[in-house]
Structure formats: C-alpha cells, structure tokens
C-alpha cells in the first residue's frame, strides 16, 4: 500500500497567500456538516461513524456501487482487477532515467467503487509488524493515543471475529461485534467434499508450518513481533464472501439515510478554501458529477467539466487515496509552489511534502509448475455464468463451499533480515496460482493454470519513496507517477533482504512436502542461482501490492480540513495496510467527533 503525503513537512515554515481568496462565507445553513472525499478504507469508517453519531455527510466517490462475483467471490479477485465497472488503470515508473533496468508505464490496477480498493483487494488483514509506525507517531505528536496498544483498541471496534471464542483469554485483542467479518481456511469446504482434499494441496497448505515455529496470533498485541509461520486472517464473512467496507456503508446509509449522502460517479475537482481573518479555511467542495478520472473505462477524453459547490458547516475530510488525495490539494493550491506555478495553480498553502513520499511494500512472486492438477480447481473458469462455468455452478448449490470460497493466501512466514532492525521485515506469502505480479492479462493466467504455486516474498518498511506530480491544472490531467524503487538509502539492503528470502523460500519449497509435487520453477527459474542473477530478477519483478498533517490528521495551515486515508502514514505500515487503515479511519472520527461536539 502506500504512502505520499510526506509527514516531515510537519517542520517545514509553511507559507500561505492570502489576499486571492474570498472572505469566508456563513456556513451556519451550509449544505452538511461534513464532506467526506473517498469511500475506500479510510473515508468508509470515517463517514459512516460521523452519519451514526447523527451528522449531515456526503460521501464523494468517483465510482459508483458494484456488487457482482468479481467483487464479492473471494478467489475471483485476480477477475476484479480488469472488471471496467470498478478497474482505475493507474501507470507508473519504476526507476528514474539513466537507471540499469527500465520498466516504464508499469500496471496498478485500483478501484472506483463503493468501499474503493477494498471491493478488489486480496483480503488479507494483518496488524502484525505496525508496532514501530503507531509507537513513532505516538512519539512524534506525543500523543500515547497513537501507540500499538491503544490502537489495538480500534481494531477490537471494527473486527467481528469468526474464528475465535469470545470466551477465551487469548481472544482479548479482538472483536466480536464489529463490521468488519474475519475468517481463515475456509476448511469446510473439504469437509463437505473430501475429494477437494487431495496429497498436493495438503502438502502445499502443511509444508510452510515446517519451515518455523507457529505463530499463535498475528493480530494480537503480543503477536506484532513475532517470527515464524502463522495461518492468515481474511476479510471473508461466514458465507464465504468478502467482507469490507462497502458492507458499512449500505448498511449504515440504509439505517441512517437521513445523516449519510452519496454522490457517486462524481469527480472531486478542488477544495474550496477561503480567507478566515489570520486563517485560510476550507468550507467545501467543488465536483463534477459523472466525471471520470483519467484512468477509468468510463473516461472519454478531457471535457470541459460542469461543476457544482457543496459546502460543510464543520469539516472537509479527504480520504482519496495515496494519488487522488494529493492530487487534490494540489489542484487547490496546497502543496510545492514550484511545481503548482509550472501549472498555472496560484499557491494558497506552500507545503513542499504533498505528493512526496510515495511508498509501497516491496513484492517479488516465485512460481512453481506443479505435477499435477489440484482436484480443487477442477471445471473452474472463474467465469459470470454459471452454464459454462462448473465450478460457479457449484458455488452457488452448494452454499459457497469450493475453490471460490478461498481469498488465495493460505499461510504466511515471517523472518527477520537483520538483527538491527526493531522487529521482522519479511512476510512470504504462499497462494495455489500462478500470479506473477500485475499485468494486464493477469485474471486469465490465473483461471488458465490448475498446476501451480506461487510464493510472493514481501519486504515491510521498504526505504523507496517516490513521488505523485501534475501534469496539469485540469482534474481529468493524468498524473506523472515515479515509485524509483530502490533508489532510497537502503535500497541495497532491501534488495538483499529479499533475495535472501527467495533463497529461503526456494530451500522451503526443496526441503517440504510439496517439493514431491513440484515438476519445475518458473521464476526465477532454475538457471538463475548468483546473488548477481536473483538480484537482477528482483530490479525486472517487483511489484507493489498498494506529513503535511499534524497528529489529529490536519492539514498544517488550513482550518477544517484533514487528510484521512493511507497517506497519514509518514511510513507504510506492517505488511499490509487496509485494516491498519481502517483503524486510523475510526480514530479519525474520534477525533473529529469531539472537535464537532466542542464547537
């Protein structure tokens, strides 16, 4: 996941031009209270608390609400990527010119939908390793409500577990009550057809937990260290279907459609700010709705935008994710005066970190070609109709117990690369396909390989930051996206972090039970043994999975707006970033519910 918003501008002298903005307007009889920008993992919780708690909120998405397979079967989640109901077909860079490898115009698939990426995610939810980024913005703000502990707190409010006793004493870090349903091995599908349960995926699903110890609980407070090998917690709810934040949403603007609006399909264009007295002000939002961003199915070519305001009487919340929310306030006149003057965008706040700490995880997949097929994936096309599709059709009469009821990652193996690191830095996870990364075509290679095994070696806290700049002062202008992976202090040592993963996971896949089953690997393939050689796969395979604020999630310099999504991270977080993410959602609300009350 991801990181732009760069949180050392917090020292930064922060410049603000006044004299162009009007005088603020009376918000007394403004349009809501809140306007929320972004219906993903950080806007989703944030809005639908503030609407609970009985307060006027309009939830602005640029995609619209899509309930199909693709977003609601947990294995049809490679289909989800190139679904054009919901697919943003975002391009980057990888490496800056002059580097020895070039990979240009690099796929990163997002979603525009209710609920945003987490309607395509891969349903993974772990907090382990995140220990370090809670604990360091407790000390950076001075704030304990930040520390690991106290968000373990959070998390306990969102999570409703279903694979635990609430009864027992090891199940006080989680939740029972909350929206967000979590579930592991969906294990009564071999149960209700032993056939599935063939030696191959027994030995791929047994021989990871020979590799280490067993990690009792990834997402206890305990548990955020730990090495070892632990079995993973999934968004999927009891009927084998994904479970996210879309689900919060209908739900809350079901029972609460007087609090919680929605404009969706609807482009956000510029925040609109305004000259306070001794402050600038954000009182609004300028959109256009059935506007496309530049990287949907749906966008025809640059318009000229029909636009509308809509004002809040307390507070503008941005949650557009780690490209559109910098985008935006820079399209509002928030960010580095040098690049907004190049694009004509007189500068309302000067803070030189918007759109300058781009950060993802580090991921690179092994794939192995195994010897025979697994029984599970038998008639499976990963198809929408059930007349050519068997396995659909199963699904379906068999109350959702087949291959469609697995997210994909089985179990997980964490080490430590270094002993001078403050906790584990490598996850390595294992999934039954071959997925090499992202590429357009990726959904078909899946459903065309029943033979198959894929490890994907994960750095945490990677060094890489990149960055997210305009091209131009138009909404609908692509953006320039430059991830420069590696190029960071550090970038050597992750490098051979990760190539002393693949070397594990390689003696692993050898050593166990399913090595009986492999018939060759794939990538990197067996003729690339050389430190040199692994290293050179690592530069040509890397893939990424997905501050100018202050510690209550403000933008420094303007009052009433804040920042709430990935990008309030000055370090992406753990190993995987939705649920950390929902977590500062809902500490968000806090937050922003008692400034509300107080005012």
């Not at 959070?154 to 609430?166: A, D, G, W």
Request: negative net charge; glycine residues 8%; proline residues 6%.
């Amino acid at each position: 996941m991801l990181s732009v918003l760069s949180i050392w501008a917090l020292y930064l002298i922060v410049g603000v031009a006044r004299a162009a903005l009007p005088t603020c307007p009376n918000t007394t009889n403004a349009d809501y209270d809140f306007i929320v920008v972004g219906a993903g993992a950080g806007g989703g919780p944030l809005a639908s608390r503030l609407a609970e708690a009985g307060y006027s909120v309009l939830l602005i998405d640029a995609g619209h609400d899509t309930v199909n397979y693709n977003t609601t079967i947990p294995a049809y989640y490679p289909r989800s990527l190139e679904d054009p109901q919901i697919t943003l077909n975002y391009t980057y860079q990888e490496y800056p010119s002059g580097f020895s490898v070039t990979r240009n115009d690099q796929w990163y698939p997002r979603a525009r939908a209710l609920g945003g990426s987490t309607v395509h995610n891969d349903m993974i939810s772990i907090i382990a390793g995140t220990r370090q980024d809670f604990d360091g913005l407790a000390t950076t703000f001075k704030d304990n409500t930040w520390s690991r502990k106290n968000m373990q707190n959070y998390f306990r409010r969102i999570e409703h577990n279903l694979y635990l006793s609430s009864l027992l004493d090891f199940s006080k870090d989680h939740g029972f009550n909350g929206w967000l349903k979590t579930s592991l091995l969906p294990t009564d599908v071999f149960l209700s057809n032993i056939f599935f349960l063939d030696p191959q995926i027994a030995a791929f699903a047994a021989s990871p937990f020979l590799s280490g110890f067993p990690i009792i609980d990834l997402n206890s407070y305990g548990g955020d260290a730990a090495e070892g090998v632990s079995l993973i917690s999934v968004t999927v709810d009891e009927h084998h279907q994904r479970s996210s934040v879309r689900d919060r949403l209908a739900a809350v603007q079901k029972s609460h459609s007087q609090h919680l609006h929605l404009s969706l399909d609807t482009l956000a264009t510029k925040i609109l700010l305004c000259n306070s007295g001794s402050n600038v002000t954000a009182y609004g939002v300028q959109m256009a709705p059935g506007a496309a961003l530049p990287v949907a199915s749906n966008f025809n070519g640059k318009e000229n935008l029909k636009t509308q305001n809509v004002t809040a009487r307390h507070e503008v919340i941005v949650s557009a994710g780690a490209f559109q929310s910098p985008q935006l306030l820079m399209l509002s006149g928030i960010g580095d005066k040098a690049q907004l003057s190049q694009w004509g965008i007189e500068t309302v706040v000067h803070l030189p970190g918007v759109g300058t700490n781009l950060q993802d995880h580090d991921e690179v997949a092994l794939n192995w070609r195994l010897k025979n097929n697994f029984t599970l994936f038998n008639g499976c096309k990963f198809l929408s109709d059930p007349a050519v599709d068997p396995c659909l059709a199963y699904w379906l009469s068999s109350h959702h117990k087949n291959l469609y009821a697995f997210p994909g990652a089985v179990d997980a193996v964490i080490t430590q690369s270094s002993s001078s690191l403050p906790a584990p830095d490598i996850l390595t996870y294992y999934i039954p396909v071959l997925f090499r990364g992202f590429f357009r075509g990726v959904p078909q290679e899946v459903a065309d390989n029943h033979n198959t095994m894929t490890a994907i070696v994960l750095k945490g806290h990677p060094s890489s930051k990149g960055t997210v700049k305009l091209t131009g002062a138009h909404p609908q202008d692509p953006l320039n996206i430059q991830k420069l992976h590696f190029q960071a202090p550090g970038g050597s040592a992750d490098v051979a972090a990760i190539r002393e993963a693949i070397k594990r996971a390689r003696k692993l896949v050898g050593s166990t039970p399913i090595g009986l089953f492999v018939d060759t690997e794939i990538a990197p393939g067996p003729n690339v043994k050389t430190d040199d050689e692994i290293d050179n796969f690592i530069y040509n395979r890397v893939f990424d999975p997905n501050a100018v604020l202050d510690g209550n999630f403000k933008v420094r310099g303007v009052n009433n707006l804040r920042v709430v999504d990935i990008s309030a991270f000055p370090n992406v977080p753990g190993f995987f970033v939705t649920t950390p993410t929902y977590m500062i959602s809902e500490k968000a609300a806090d937050v922003i519910l008692a400034a509300a009350r107080n005012t």
